[in-house]
């Protein structure tokens, strides 16, 4: 049955759902608030603030929206869900409630605890001395996060205890507002990181995907951190060992015992792990949506109906689902991002596409340019935030993958535009 569908956000995140969503013969009108320069001729943009709900509720009644999916964290953090839920609306996100996995660590850390899942071990702090006291007892390495959301900033790896004592002064001083206003700090982890997607309708939970991130902005994970510029799915290192440990140990037991506190967590779930030489998973973090741009090179792979999935989750019935299928084939995005980000960095300049549209590896649908911050004026592409694009190429191996990733790269030539030349390094360099 066609379905009409409104998504929430403008990242490279929701250009990618937009293009699964099309491939599916179950979509009716699909809507896209606010949208970006590259869904063009794909989704209708609604021009509406995705904080503005009374706005988003009265457009999803007129348009007779079946499913509204939210992408980004922000507005499910402020309650869209419990609002839209409470006008008949089907949403695929959590509750407000639930939304605190993601919007505070301290919440998170204290859930998890009580379910026994293996995370690192820490203390939440309100004050200065108390929280220096622990961090000297500890030693270093240690980490110092923000309670609240601090748009990716609010997490120091500290090597030395002046840092990590830096990171609590400047919490408290109040460089992140509210949301510093207490702090977890918490056991060094080391390991492989990856991110684990699961998606649940409060009761059932399937895996969908999962991927490696490149969060420094720089070749050889240097420089600052930033939203990520760069992943590859599927992880290399989940098999059916880590998967079940995973499952077993973490996902389960939070989706249970949320529901059990009464807190059923519908939406995507996105664990961050930390998996140590033995294959032993540990959680870092929880978000509440899906990763950006994880769901680029996730998305790309995906052959189930995504339409299907969205509104069978939204609506309580996930279990009508068997599984999620995604190809063997491997992808790998390369985020390209405007000269200066994640600082200050340039914005306004035209982006030049017309060589990688009419290229062979797009034609061929060996790559894909998924578009973040960029909008169309007069008939032109130009740069309105830091990351730009997310060029995705796949193959039946991830060098394959790479190697269309970045064929398409080069042909968008746009000097303002830069980006990393080694995403996937981790696997590549094992020679793969
Ligand atoms: P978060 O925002 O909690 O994901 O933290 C940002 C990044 O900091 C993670 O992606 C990890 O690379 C790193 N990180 C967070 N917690 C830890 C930890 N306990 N041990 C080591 N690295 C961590
Ligand atoms: N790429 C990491 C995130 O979406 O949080």
Redesign the pocket.
Known sequence: MKRNILIIGSGGREHAFVKALKRSPNLGQLYVLPGNGGMNGEATAVDLRPNDFPAIIKFCKTAAIDVVLVGPEAPLVEGIADELELEGINVFGPSKKASQLEGS?DFMKEVVWRYNVPT?EYKTFTDAGEAKKYIRIKGV?I?V?TDGLAA?K??T?AMTVEEANRAVDEAFDGKFGDAGKKLVI?????GE?ISFFVISDGKNVIEFGSAQ?H?RAFDGDKGP?TGGMGTYSPAPIVNDFLRKKTFEQIIIPTINGLARDGIPFKGFLFA?L?VDGHGNPKL??Y?IRMGDPETQSILTRLESDFVEIIYAAATGSLSKIKDVKFSSDSALCVVMAAKGYPEEYKKNFEIDMSEAENSAEVKAGKAMVYHAGTALSSGKLTSIGGRVLGVTGRGATLKEAFDNAYSCVAKIRTPDLFFRKDIGWRELGRGK
């Open positions: 660590k690192a390495p980490v996060k990716g609010g997490v790896v918490e056991e060094f982890l080391d990181e991130d969060k951190n961050g930390m870092l973090e978000n």
